[in-house]
């Protein structure tokens, strides 16, 4: 059974149109984060939030920006999609930051038209 | 800043052979280092969690080591499979969240 879900699993915006991702689990984990995959790359994390508290990387764009509205949901909104944001977006969580095993869901890839 | 290191790149065998792939990091000072597969287009599965007190786990066909002094890892794949065919990333984590190799993009040839 899918522990961490991401809807949807493809997503087509269009240039400057506001989109939000979303990732549910059922694994009551304190911890869950936003990474973005670029062909080839790394996955980059763009922030993570630990119980309510928002943490966001330095160099995340300011377009990013996440909710969590209770411990099960967290979402990512691109204000203003650039073609440079075309990406697999991952969600992942896990119970205690950087110690115990990160879960992830099964991606949302982004298109910008 | 940690940063982690993977080689190779790309990696091609033929079926049957045993392989290894492996993953460095700059910072020693690790709590935990996890391996995953990612298939084309999709997310990432675990695959093994080493604890930073542990050498190595194991898991059916696969074995992860590792020698954090030296900031090391490898993934040993025994008796490839074409189904093994997808990347391997490593990632490590000091109370922080994940940090990220490239990946190795292993293709197994039937």
């Known amino acids: 059974d899918a522990m961490v879900i991401q809807n949807p699993r493809y997503q087509v915006t269009q240039f400057g149109k506001p989109v939000t991702l979303s990732c549910s689990q059922t694994l009551n984990h304190n911890v869950m984060y936003w990474y973005q995959q670029k062909s080839s790359q790394a996955p980059k994390l763009l922030f993570h939030y630990y119980d309510k508290d928002f943490n966001n990387e330095a160099d995340t764009p300011d377009n990013f920006q996440s909710r969590r509205p209770n411990t099960s949901f967290c979402f990512l909104d691109i204000r203003s999609p650039g073609l440079g944001d075309a990406a697999m977006y991952l969600c992942a969580t896990n119970s205690n930051l950087g110690v115990t095993e990160a879960f992830f869901g099964q991606g949302t890839r982004l298109t910008v038209v | ?110």
């Open chain 2, 1 to 110: 800043k940690q940063e982690v290191t993977q080689i190779p790149a790309a990696l091609s065998v033929p079926e049957g052979e045993n392989l290894v792939l492996n993953c460095s990091f700059t910072d020693s000072a690790i709590y935990n280092l996890q391996w995953f597969r990612q298939d084309p287009g999709k997310g990432l599965t675990s695959l093994l969690l080493i604890q930073s007190s542990q050498r190595e786990q194991t898991s059916g066909r696969l074995n992860a080591s590792l020698d954090k002094s030296s900031g090391r890892s490898t993934l040993y794949i025994a008796a490839s499979q074409p189904g093994d065919s997808a990347t391997y990333l490593c990632a490590v984590a000091l109370n922080t969240p994940l940090v990220f190799g490239k990946g190795t993009r292993l293709s197994v040839i039937a």
